[in-house]
């Protein structure tokens, strides 16, 4: 039995559309406010947890992101929550919500710092607030570079996979900045050479590089 | 077969001393780094102790040799002060480093020149000079250092809270096994501003007192700042006989907790997962681990999830103390700072206490170190770093 | 007291960002953090940075907070009682 790394699922969501394994599975006709947007393709796809709305904008684009990318690989959550991990990159950090904590503390005369709007001023609660809805446990990692690093992603998932048990990592890009928001999130596993593969990209540089780029 | 990872240099910056001689010797004699804050003015100043590195940025650029310069933010300098040194330490000249490779951990990246810059713009927006921000980003004290430096291995920014510089390392030393590169600068920085204080303090986290690790009274953390960075060379350069290996990076683990953005679940799963797929990394067993350096911030939640999951892994406890009690809590830059003091423990055969802790937990059966522990075969340490988001992150360092 | 605890839920639910909730559907007198809406402690600080901005009145203990924070009734007991005019 042969095992090989495969790209078994695709989420994109920038430009108002949502696109799932290649295909557009929601979209809003003209420009909204990325948080509208987000609101509105959480209802769409009738996601049932209530604490979507406490998270920051960022933690909204990848929660919903990996929603709709699980929703077209269930089988993920099949896997021992410990054997499934997260690995992310973007290249604004958590500046956009670092701005909205600064609007609380800036005047000192209404200063009120906000606790709530503090613990989202990091890039990883993306992660956390992830693995908090799946039970994911595996390892998880957030890079910050200037560009989406398919080398870094690539190299260190590859590595996770030949030195330990895990059997899925979920990876990608998720940015957003004021007005502009892309994320790019794909399911990676090892599966059989024979069985099911012949729709999925192998996970290499290029692939993962192509497929972030169309 | 995985190549091995050894470690040839040590750069540390912290409030209790510029390098790891410094560090040592606070260490030894039980110096705690923490006091008043002085770096910036805050309604906290008298209320809320801190742990500074004792020197203006203009003393940190004279230290390092740089021309002074508006754009280098205080992370960069505090960074490019333990970067340098560890090269040094290593035996490395300037001119070696076009093929590292430069890892950094961070959180809050530039933003002392942004906090520079708003304070004369929000009185009036012609004000101030945009140009001072563009160093803001997290990324960029990375890319300065290794500008400045000459490195063109590859070169990343990691930024997961307080696990930061603990991924940092770990990335370098699987990038490292896996063959992709041979050499790596690795750890983090984090510099002390208004927007972490505040912060921090809307958690209700901080302690008005230093903190007390693992004491039964704890009341918080203490916030600090600094670099720690290490350098990581593989097999393949660098003999394992060779004089200038100080240790090895024998393993590594990664969890994620999966309960709450800040807090850490009750019976400390996540915890538990790092420091055991670190061991099984290593092929060591708990019983093999001398000493424990914890994550331990002082927090009633951190130590107790943290000392559950100890006490749950290791049948009989090995010695552990939080030296957070002498450097503060340096977020992003804690892995970092606390694997140089893990390593100089190992060297130096010393096993450092925390200090201001007395009481033993009611909930362990174990207490930390209370005093120094000297003339003492260090043989395996584990190192945690656990950040907000549930990322928990084990290192071991072992004796060659 | 009835307009305050009105104002109180309206406010809760913006504050605390529970957006799919109606004032009706906050019971007046259940326990704010036991399942029902299931708030945590970084909700119990926002809760804490409300009462301060909205009302003047400051927290200055876990066990202090936990008393007042316990329900809106409570917490509009605590205003009445306590609000500087």
């Not at chain 2, 040590?10 to 260490?27: H, N, R």
Request: hydrophobic share 35%; proline share 3%; net charge negative.
């Amino acid at each position: 039995m042969n095992k090989q790394l495969y790209i078994t699922g695709i989420c994109k969501i920038s430009d108002n559309n949502i696109s799932l394994n290649g295909k557009s599975v929601f979209s809003n006709p003209k420009q909204i406010p990325v948080n509208e947007f987000l609101k509105n393709g959480y209802r769409d796809f009738k996601t049932q947890y209530p604490k979507f709305f406490k998270m920051d904008s960022i933690c909204k684009l990848g929660f919903l992101t990996v929603e709709i990318l699980l929703g077209g690989n269930p089988s993920i959550k099949a896997y021992p929550s410990e054997l499934v991990g997260v690995v992310l990159s973007n290249s604004s950090s958590s500046l956009n919500t670092d701005i909205d904590f600064y609007e609380t503390i800036k005047d000192t005369e209404n200063y009120f710092p906000s606790p709530a709007v503090f613990v989202y001023t990091l890039p990883n609660i993306i992660i956390g607030e992830i693995c908090i809805r799946h039970k994911f446990k595996g390892e998880n990692v957030f890079f910050v570079s200037e560009q989406f690093d398919p080398n870094i992603l690539f190299n260190t998932i590859q590595n996770i996979f030949a030195f330990t048990n895990i059997q899925c990592v979920i990876t990608g890009w998720v940015e957003l900045l004021n007005t502009h928001y892309d994320s790019f999130l794909c399911t990676i596993e090892r599966i059989n050479n024979d069985e099911e593969t012949v729709n999925n990209d192998i996970f290499d540089i290029e692939n993962l590089s192509n497929i972030y780029l169309k | 077969m995985a190549n091995r990872v050894f470690i040839t240099g040590l750069g540390i910056a912290s409030s209790i001393g510029i390098s790891p001689d410094e560090v040592l010797s606070s260490l030894i004699s039980g110096k705690s780094g923490i006091a008043t804050l002085s770096l910036f003015d805050s309604v906290y100043k008298l209320e809320i102790p801190i742990a500074e590195v004792k020197y203006i940025n203009q003393q940190l650029f004279d230290l390092i040799g740089v021309k002074s310069s508006p754009f280098h933010s205080r992370n960069t300098l505090l960074g490019l002060l333990a970067v340098k040194e560890a090269i040094k330490m290593a035996g490395f000249l300037d001119s070696d480093l076009s093929d590292f490779g430069l890892y950094s951990g961070t959180t809050s990246g530039g933003m002392d020149l942004s906090e520079n810059f708003y304070r004369s713009f929000i009185n009036n927006s012609k004000a101030g000079r945009l140009r001072d921000i563009i160093h803001h980003d997290c990324g960029d004290s990375t890319a300065v250092i290794a500008e400045e430096l000459g490195i063109h291995g590859h070169v990343t920014t990691i930024s997961t809270a307080c696990s930061s510089a603990a991924n940092a390392i770990m990335c370098g030393a699987r990038l490292i096994k896996s063959g992709y590169i041979d050499r790596v600068i690795a750890g983090g920085v984090d510099a002390l501003n208004q927007f972490t204080m505040n912060g921090f303090n809307s958690l209700m986290i901080l302690d008005k007192q230093p903190c007390k690790p693992f004491d039964n009274n704890r009341n918080g953390l203490t916030l600090g700042e600094g670099a720690g960075f290490i350098i990581l060379e593989s097999e393949r350069c660098i003999n394992p006989t060779s004089n200038k290996i100080l240790c090895e990076l024998k393993g590594y683990g990664n969890a994620c907790d999966a309960y709450h953005q800040t807090a850490s679940s009750p019976d400390g799963k996540g915890a538990y997962l790092s420091m055991h797929k670190a061991l099984e990394n290593s092929g060591l067993d708990p019983s093999d681990i001398t000493y424990i350096n914890t994550h331990g911030t002082g927090t009633v939640n951190n130590d107790l999830s943290e000392g559950i999951a100890m006490e749950r892994l290791f049948k009989k406890m090995p010695y552990y103390s939080s030296t957070k009690s002498y450097t503060g809590h340096t977020l992003g830059a804690s892995g970092g700072i606390e694997a140089v003091i893990s390593i100089l423990s190992i060297i130096n055969k010393k096993i450092f206490p925390g200090v201001q802790s007395t009481q033993q937990m009611n909930e362990l059966k174990s207490s930390p170190v209370s005093k120094l522990i000297e003339d003492r075969n260090v043989n395996h340490i584990l190192s945690n770093s656990f950040g907000f988001g549930g990322n928990n992150t084990s290192l071991v360092f072992s004796v060659c | 007291m009835q307009n305050l605890i009105y104002k109180l839920k309206q406010e809760i639910i913006e504050a605390l960002n529970l957006e799919e909730m109606t004032v009706d559907e906050i019971e007046t007198n259940a326990p704010l953090f036991m399942d029902g809406l299931g708030l945590d402690s970084i909700d119990a600080l926002e809760l804490t940075v409300l009462l301060e901005k909205e009302y003047g009145l400051k927290i200055h203990t876990a066990e202090e907070g936990k008393q007042i924070l316990y329900s809106v009734r409570t917490m509009a007991e605590y205003i009445t009682k306590n609000q500087k005019v």
